[in-house]
């Protein structure tokens, strides 16, 4: 047997460039012995050769240059040109001879004829449906036929454009041919070795259906499904599903036929088959070392392997998106700006406690009021307008007093409901909702004794943990201290929150409705004397404070250093851990033209005009008011200082996690467990370094991302969506166009009008690039983006609401601030004069 054309199915020869990825694959698994239908494989020197014999490059050349990447209808043109070309040339002499030679001597079976270009089947790409296969194939004559397709299909329509979208290069690509002995199954189907759509590996799924594997393959028959977890080998699920047709022999190929009746709702495979085809299925996975698309076939008890390719789509992770769930509208406004980026386990473990405890009402069993979509945090719209809805308050209603958190929805985007019954929902959520009210109501007697002691607590148990000797005492004091510490302050920010009912929201939209939005904002702005300093200022006040003299560094470190852009996440440092961050914050400060307490002395004044013309105009409301605006000072005050001290803990988190790290080897892998698993590995537990890996990857991947649209209804692809040129930044839903706007407007966070350049700032680190009186243009900020704030003429935001971090701040500084835009980052550059009218919500580009 010549071996430049021909060699045995399990002589993997030169590999890639002579076999092709699915000739290569399938050469290993028959070296290794695995169970694969007996061939031979056509080698590319045989497509080669016959193109060159007949000259046909050329002529390829010529059709591909009258192409581009969007001419599918030319594409189906050139396609079949080139297909007729080829089928006027015969293969070969020598060629013909040596595949004939093989074919007899295989014993002259019915064959299945298949392509294996080398730009097939690689853990980057897998070109699977490009080329054609065939199968059936008897007898000399249709088998050098079905060669001859073969070779033309590596220049079919899609073929040709899928290479181009994948920029493989037209010469740098050859084909193979695998002719393997039909196996004429009884049952076939397809093995993942792990999720298709997020990578996980923990479950296999298989698909079976009666019959040859096209029936599958080609969507025309629903299959059987079974799932199995990895790690037990035990079978987690079975569907069995009604299979009508199958697809079976015919003479000189293959065609649909109907199922037998006693066959169509019975179980393609049995149990003890289910669990040999896992086994054969890791076998596979584990001599190619990636995850696997497997097809593979029954006949009697006998299992084959048909062919198997990376599942490339598991490159780009999706494990953490619970988009998943349901037709639901997300947001992340509000939630966002707290929890800006993709989370790392560890942290989404330690967040979910948090939230569970600070939002305990907030669920319809077994939907609950928050997620992850793409490893970043959104709350769930349609669980909390069906719970509103349960308890009487009406679609219209809710948007309305979800507007200063949320910002105002699009009147033509639904929130579809959770399906449930009124009745199921009371019955699940009264109970704890009044459960709550009672805590909330009890904490927040003690809340300010709590939070005036939370400080030295939080140190104490920073040094303790800094001092653990052994992984076994470390995870007893989790247990016994660390995590009731962490629940207590969670459900100190819940009654901080809850005790007030609504009327943080509805006391500004009365105000609102008495004078005005820029009123309104003057009038909850610059109420440091009545209730103290907001949190979010802390900053500002410390760094005056150290530029004075009247605090040192440690003093300052141990107040302030705790908050900054990233607090939420655990693998991130504090501020207080580097040691050159005050010398930064100081210096950027020493440059601002305007002094932090003028500002706040110019927005006294404004409130007390603004106070003096409500007095005028509304005499008896503003007695009412000045007692609710008292109130509203205390809540706002009292909300930002608990959440404060939740940051605060999270810096204890984030020590015990080192700590863990340490003693457990780990170093920052614990980062990729959750809470339990930290725990069972200081218990002396050892999890997989492979979900480790997959982990982290996951978290790597979502991070190159940008950041997601504020608005998300339906199922959302955060790489599909990223790898769109047009893709709307605001809103995205599932099956509609999302083209951006190319409008800059969003929601009057704070009055005035400004002009001045644009500053685009993608990171609270990079601060330093911001010049006084610049705009500055960011995503979303929080706490740790409060020391630019006085530098700034006006703040513009993608992701925002009119009580968001960037229209508080901005209005107790008066600086006019356009939040919620969804495009700003988008639209803007820096450099750009643009006109800022934070009254109107507008963005004016001059020039």
Known sequence: MN????????????????????????????????PVPDGFHITTAGYDD????????????????????????????????????????????EIAADLLRAYHRLGSPPVAVRSSATAEDLPDASFAGQQETFL??????????????????????????????HS?????????????????????????????????????????????????????????????????????????????????????????LPVREDQQDAATLDNSQVLRLVDLAIMVEDLLKDPMDIEWCRKGDQLFVLQARPITTALHPDPWNDSRSGDFLWTNTNVGEAIPDVMTPATWSMVQVFLTDAMATASIPPYVGYGRIGGRIYLNLSVTMTLSAAVGVSEKRYRSLTEEVFGKLPADLEIPPVKARRRDIIRAVLPMGVHVLREARRDVKVLDAYLAAHTALCDRRRTEIAAVATPVELADLWIEVLSPEFHRVSWMLSAATRSSGASFITT??????????????????????????LASLGLLDGLDQLAAGEIDRESFNRRYGHRGPHEFEISVPRPGEDPDWIDRQLAERAESATSYHDLLAAQEQKRNAAWAELEQRHPVQ???????????????????????????????????????????????????????????????????????????????????????????????????????????????????????????????????????????????????????????????????????????????????????????????????AVVGCGNATMRLRTGDLVRVDGTAGTVEVLR
Request: include cysteine.
């Open 50 to 93: 016959f193109v060159a014999q007949h000259d046909l490059e050329g002529y390829i050349k010529e059709q591909l240059a009258t192409l581009n990447r969007s001419a599918g209808e030319a594409a189906d043109q050139v396609a079949a040109a080139i297909a007729a070309q080829f089928a006027e040339h015969g293969i070969p002499t």
């Open 622 to 816: 503003a007695k009412i008011l000045h007692h609710q605006l008292r109130g509203w000072a205390k809540i706002s005050r009292d909300r930002e200082r608990a959440r404060s001290e939740v940051i605060r803990y999270f810096w204890v988190l984030r020590a015990y996690a080192l700590r863990a790290g340490e003693l457990t080897g780990l170093g920052d892998d614990i980062f990729f467990l959750d809470k339990a698993e930290i725990v069972r590995v200081l218990h002396g537990e050892t999890i997989s370094p492979k979900l480790i890996k997959q982990r982290r990857a996951a978290y790597q991947a979502y991070s190159a991302l940008p950041p997601y649209p504020a608005l998300i209804r339906g199922t959302f692809n955060p790489y599909v969506w990223a790898a769109d040129p047009n893709r709307r930044p605001d809103l995205f839903i599932e099956g509609s166009v999302n083209e951006a706007d190319v409008a800059v407007r969003g929601f009057p966070g704070s009055a005035g009008v400004v002009e001045a350049r644009v500053r685009v700032l993608n990171d609270a680190a990079d601060g330093a690039a911001l010049q006084p009186g610049e705009v500055l243009v960011t995503t979303i900020t929080n706490v740790g983006w409060t020391p630019l704030f006085p530098r700034a003429a006006a703040v513009i935001t993608d992701v925002g609401a009119p009580l968001s971090h960037a229209a508080i701040v901005a209005r107790e500084l008066g600086i006019p």
């Open 136 to 165: 059936n194939i008897s007898g000399d004559d249709q088998l050098l036929k079905a060669i001859l397709r073969c070779w033309a299909s590596l220049w079919t329509a899609r073929a040709i454009t899928y290479r181009a979208r």
């Open 3 to 34: 071996a430049t054309y021909i060699r045995d199915l399990a002589d993997e020869g030169l590999g890639l460039s002579e076999l092709g990825g699915k000739g290569q694959s399938l050469a290993r698994l028959a070296s290794a012995g695995l």
């Open 168 to 256: 493989i290069h037209a010469a740098k690509i050859s084909l193979a041919v695998v002719v393997q002995e039909l196996i004429d199954a009884d049952a076939s189907g397809i093995v993942f070795t792990a999720d298709p759509v997020t990578g996980d590996d923990a479950m296999i799924e298989i698909n079976a259906a009666w019959g040859l594997g096209e029936a599958v393959v080609g969507g025309q028959v629903t299959p059987d499904t079974m799932t199995v977890e990895r790690s037990s080998g035990k079978i987690m699920r079975t569907v069995i599903n009604t299979k009508m047709i199958m697809t079976g022999l015919t003479d000189g190929g293959v065609t649909s």
């Open 508 to 533: 500004r939209k009365r105000l609102q409705q008495l004078v005005g939005d820029a009123a309104a904002n003057a009038l909850t702005a610059g109420l440091r004397a009545q209730a103290g300093q």
